[in-house]
């Protein structure tokens, strides 16, 4: 009902020869001007840049007002911007601020500008006060669009910018698969790309900029109001953060045309494998090392048992294992607190003959509640695991439903702050995460040493869960994952 008035107000505005004098020249008005600076105003129609034929209508309507009226402007984007928290005179100075404002990268949202225009004319004694909403009419700034009570008794004017619904293809979305990244290892970049059109569009080209350099390019048909995704292969040959962008062909509205994102790469991540017999786990984390030594593996493990934890400095490993340890001796404590102040992560595999009253005494960290072995006669398999964590997203055209088997493991309780990323299919859990300050446990309910125990340790499918476990806990370390829109709030906590 409301848009309904808006536009039969907009219809009716009489023609006068000062343009936007609503008033007539006798009457003191107040008057606020709603300026939609979205990013859909910058689409460019026949006649320009929508939001420059916004600012000039903004302008004339503040040369409309006369001697002893007042006005304020509002910028309108997905929040409201009083550029005057209060009603100003200073006619030159509002026409300036107008004719110097650029659009934002935001959406739209109109009914936070209304109430604030409302509220700034509320104090206002000029027996008119009008408020002029001009924009584009973007659908997107009516969504949850409620009832407005005319609190200060405004007439309301809509000025409508653009006569034409725009044809527009935007870069929705950029993901790395998977998201953990070594030098020389090959990923995916999955690009989304929207059309917001009702006419399709026969041909579009995607190039991708890797490091300033254009890698390469791909050309495709979107339908109308279709989305389409595609996908670049790229290996980083260097370790570090690496920057890129994506940009599609030229069109109308170009501020959704391109995207950007960054990478880290990792070189070589220091692995710290605690226990006596790790050869299972070394194989797993470097299966070449023994075979072609080299220093340019993307992980290195470096065996010990615990006895010779004291001969290692931890501030040069980025993962500690700790590989079926009878118990947790004072010195694996030590090791394990060390880890964690340094916001590193511990992966714990556990065999049936632990001793799990020493390993529970340590509840702080520990992931779970060992209760007692178990024997599963027939086996069990991993039937339930979160294909959006990074362990297992290497898993997605694989299966665990057959293999590998499991014989042995633990009755487990987890603790209420863990988190269990995969079950066996009897629902106990196999995989439990739980984060410990800035550090980070993974308890795997397996055995690393015993083939009797599991088929995993001869699996196909043992290699990349341990390695993307590593690669998970190292990715745990760097600058957390954000996918953030220019303008965007972003508030992150620094330690002391």
């Not at 001009?134 to 700034?141: P, V």
């Not at 992560?345 to 340590?362: H, L, P, R």
């Not at 072995?373 to 439903?401: A, G, M, R």
Request: hydrophobic fraction near 40%; charge should be neutral; charged fraction near 20%.
């Amino acid at each position: 009902m409301l848009i309904l008035m808006f536009i039969a107000l907009a219809l009716a505005r009489p023609t006068l020869k000062n343009q936007f004098s609503f008033a007539g020249s006798r009457t003191k008005t107040s008057c606020v001007i709603i300026l939609d600076h979205s990013y859909s105003m910058s689409y460019q129609d026949v006649d320009g840049s929508r939001f420059e034929l916004a600012k000039s209508v903004a302008v004339n309507v503040v040369e409309s007002l006369q001697n002893g009226d007042n006005v304020s402007i509002i910028l309108m984007s997905n929040k409201a911007e009083p550029i005057f928290r209060q009603l100003t005179r200073d006619f030159d100075q509002v026409k300036s601020i107008i004719r110097n404002t650029n659009a934002s990268f935001q959406s739209t949202s109109i009914s936070p500008a209304l109430i604030m225009a409302h509220n700034l004319l509320i104090e206002s004694t000029a027996p008119n006060k009008e408020i002029y909403l001009i924009t584009d009419l973007g659908k997107n700034g009516w969504q949850n669009f409620g009832h407005l009570s005319n609190s200060s008794g405004a007439r309301v004017f809509l000025l409508p910018i653009g006569n034409s619904v725009p044809n527009n293809i935007g870069i929705e979305e950029v993901v790395t698969s998977p998201k953990l990244i070594g030098v020389n290892i090959p990923i995916h970049l999955k690009v989304g790309i929207q059309n917001h059109s009702k006419d399709p569009v026969d041909s579009t080209n995607l190039k991708i900029f890797i490091d300033g350099k254009k890698q390469s390019h791909l050309a495709t048909h979107i339908g109308s109001k279709e989305r389409v995704n595609l996908t670049f292969k790229h290996s980083f040959a260097s370790p570090g953060i690496h920057t890129g962008y994506l940009e599609l062909s030229p069109d109308r509205l170009p501020i959704d045309n391109r995207r950007y994102f960054a990478v880290e790469s990792y070189k070589q991540l220091q692995a710290l494998c605690v226990g006596n017999n790790n050869l299972y786990l070394s194989l797993g984390l470097n299966p070449e090392r023994e075979l072609k030594p080299t220093e340019e593996y993307t992980i290195l493990p470096s065996n010990c048992t615990e006895n010779e934890l004291k001969n290692f400095t931890f501030e040069n490993f980025d993962i500690l294992v700790l590989a079926d340890l009878p118990e947790l001796t004072d010195q694996v404590k030590q090791t394990i607190q060390s880890f964690l102040r340094l916001g590193k992560t511990i992966i714990i595999f556990v065999a049936n003959q632990i001793d799990t009253k020493n390993y529970n005494s340590f509840l702080e960290w520990m992931p779970a509640t060992l209760l007692k072995p178990t024997t599963w006669d027939p086996p069990t398999t991993i039937s339930d695991y979160n294909l959006k964590h990074p362990i297992f997203e290497v898993f997605q055209d694989t299966s665990f439903s057959t293999t590998p088997k499991f014989y042995q493991g633990f009755q487990l309780e987890p603790t209420k702050n863990a988190n269990v990323l995969a079950k066996f299919q009897n629902q106990i859990p196999f995989l439990i995460e739980r984060k410990i300050g800035r550090g980070n446990m993974l308890l795997f309910n397996v055995s690393v040493t015993d083939p009797s125990s599991s088929d995993l340790l001869v699996s196909p499918k043992f290699l990349p869960l341990l390695q993307q476990s590593v690669l998970h806990g190292k990715s745990l370390q760097s600058t957390k994952k954000r996918n953030l829109l220019v303008g965007q709030q972003y508030i992150t906590k620094l330690e002391q």
